[in-house]
Nanobody
Framework: QVQLVESGGGLVQAGGSLRLSCAASGRTFRNNAMGWFRQAPGKERECVAGISWNGGTYYVDSVKGRFTISRDNAKNTVYLQMNSLKPEDTAVYYC????????????????WGQGTQVTVSS
């Protein structure tokens, strides 16, 4: 079991930046693929970015070129740098851990953080 705690959310104007952090504890972190998901009211939870155990990355089309996912295995932390934020990025952002393989479907993730709110004003 992996325990996850997100931080870094908040209110920002359109065009601004935020950096989300996800601190992991528990079993070995370095072997886990990690994902950042978001869920807006009335919408399904979607994977916006993922990173494999060896640094391979995935981004949903709507955030490509604006968001960057990274991990620091020495600190058991995964980050999501969000630049050029848009009002449509407003959502609760969740960090999640899966097994060895990087998946984009939430159904493959057994470990979730509590979520952090990101609000982008126009």
């Amino acid at each position: 079991q992996v325990q996850l705690v997100e931080s870094g959310g908040g209110l920002v104007q359109a065009g601004g930046s935020l950096r989300l952090s996800c601190a992991a504890s528990g079993r070995t972190f370095r072997n886990n693929a990690m994902g950042w998901f978001r869920q807006a009211p009335g919408k399904e939870r979607e994977c916006v970015a993922g990173i494999s155990w060896n640094g391979g990355t995935y981004y949903v089309d709507s955030v490509k070129g604006r968001f960057t996912i990274s991990r620091d295995n020495a600190k058991n932390t995964v980050y999501l740098q969000m630049n050029s934020l848009k009002p449509e990025d407003t959502a609760v952002y969740y960090c999640a851990a899966t097994g060895f393989v990087l998946y984009t479907s939430a159904s493959h993730y057994a470990n979730w953080g509590q979520g952090t709110q990101v609000t982008v004003s126009s």
